[in-house]
C-alpha cells in the first residue's frame, strides 16, 4: 500500500505515553505524538499524521527520517541557534556606553548618543538602534529633568521638603 510508513519503533506504548505527558514543548509532544500512533497504529500513512497534527507531510517526513537516523534523541532535540548578523556596535563600546549611561550627566538624548558613537568610536547608527539598545538591552533611560517654571520660588519649595512628612 502506497503511503504507509516502515519503520521500527524501538520504545514501547507505555514509554511513549510517559514521554508524551511529560513533553514541556509542544514541538516534543507533536513529535512523539507522531510515534506514538505510529507505534499503536491508530494511524497508518504520513498523510493521515500531517492532517491531524496540521502539519505539512514533508515536516513530518522530516521528523521519520531523524527517528531512524537518530532515534528518539535525535527526534527531539531542539533546534541550533545559527546565529544572526552581528551586532554594529561591539561589545567593549557597549560597555562603555554602559559607564557613560552610570554618570549623573550622562546624555539627554538618544541623538547626543549618536553624536558620541560617531566622534568616539567612528560608529554610525540609526536613532532606532540607539533607542533599542540603551532602552532594551541596556534597560536603562536617560534621565532628564522635568523643566522648571520661571516664577517658581526656590524658598519655598525646599521648606514643603523639610515640613512635609507622608
Same mark, same amino acid.
Given at each position: 500500500? *502506497?503511503?504507509?510508513?516502515?519503520? @521500527?519503533i524501538t520504545e514501547s #506504548? @507505555? /514509554?511513549l505515553k510517559q514521554l %508524551?505527558?511529560? #513533553? *514541556?514543548?509542544?514541538q516534543e509532544k507533536e513529535r512523539i505524538q507522531t510515534i506514538y500512533w505510529l507505534k499503536t497504529h491508530t494511524v497508518e500513512t504520513v498523510k493521515q499524521i500531517s492532517i491531524m497534527l496540521g &502539519?505539512? &507531510?514533508?515536516?513530518?517526513? =522530516?521528523? %521519520?527520517r531523524k527517528y531512524r537516523e537518530g532515534g528518539l534523541n %535525535?527526534?527531539? @532535540?531542539? =533546534? =541550533?541557534?545559527l546565529g544572526g548578523r552581528e551586532s554594529l556596535i561591539p561589545p567593549d563600546v557597549v560597555e562603555k556606553l554602559q559607564e557613560e549611561l552610570k554618570n549623573p550627566e550622562g546624555f539627554k538624548s538618544y541623538g547626543e548618543i549618536q553624536v558620541w558613537l560617531k566622534t568616539c568610536f567612528d560608529i554610525d547608527v540609526a536613532y532606532r538602534t540607539v533607542h533599542q539598545l540603551v532602552r532594551y538591552k541596556l534597560k536603562s533611560k536617560l534621565k532628564?529633568? &522635568?523643566p522648571l517654571h520661571i516664577k517658581q520660588n526656590k524658598e519655598s519649595k525646599e /521648606?514643603? =521638603?523639610k515640613n512635609f512628612h507622608p
Amino acid at each position: 500500500m *502506497s503511503g504507509v510508513v516502515k519503520i @521500527e519503533i524501538t520504545e514501547s #506504548a @507505555e /514509554t511513549l505515553k510517559q514521554l %508524551l505527558q511529560n #513533553a *514541556s514543548t509542544p514541538q516534543e509532544k507533536e513529535r512523539i505524538q507522531t510515534i506514538y500512533w505510529l507505534k499503536t497504529h491508530t494511524v497508518e500513512t504520513v498523510k493521515q499524521i500531517s492532517i491531524m497534527l496540521g &502539519r505539512n &507531510r514533508v515536516t513530518v517526513q =522530516k521528523w %521519520l527520517r531523524k527517528y531512524r537516523e537518530g532515534g528518539l534523541n %535525535l527526534l527531539l @532535540e531542539p =533546534k =541550533k541557534n545559527l546565529g544572526g548578523r552581528e551586532s554594529l556596535i561591539p561589545p567593549d563600546v557597549v560597555e562603555k556606553l554602559q559607564e557613560e549611561l552610570k554618570n549623573p550627566e550622562g546624555f539627554k538624548s538618544y541623538g547626543e548618543i549618536q553624536v558620541w558613537l560617531k566622534t568616539c568610536f567612528d560608529i554610525d547608527v540609526a536613532y532606532r538602534t540607539v533607542h533599542q539598545l540603551v532602552r532594551y538591552k541596556l534597560k536603562s533611560k536617560l534621565k532628564v529633568p &522635568r523643566p522648571l517654571h520661571i516664577k517658581q520660588n526656590k524658598e519655598s519649595k525646599e /521648606t514643603l =521638603k523639610k515640613n512635609f512628612h507622608p
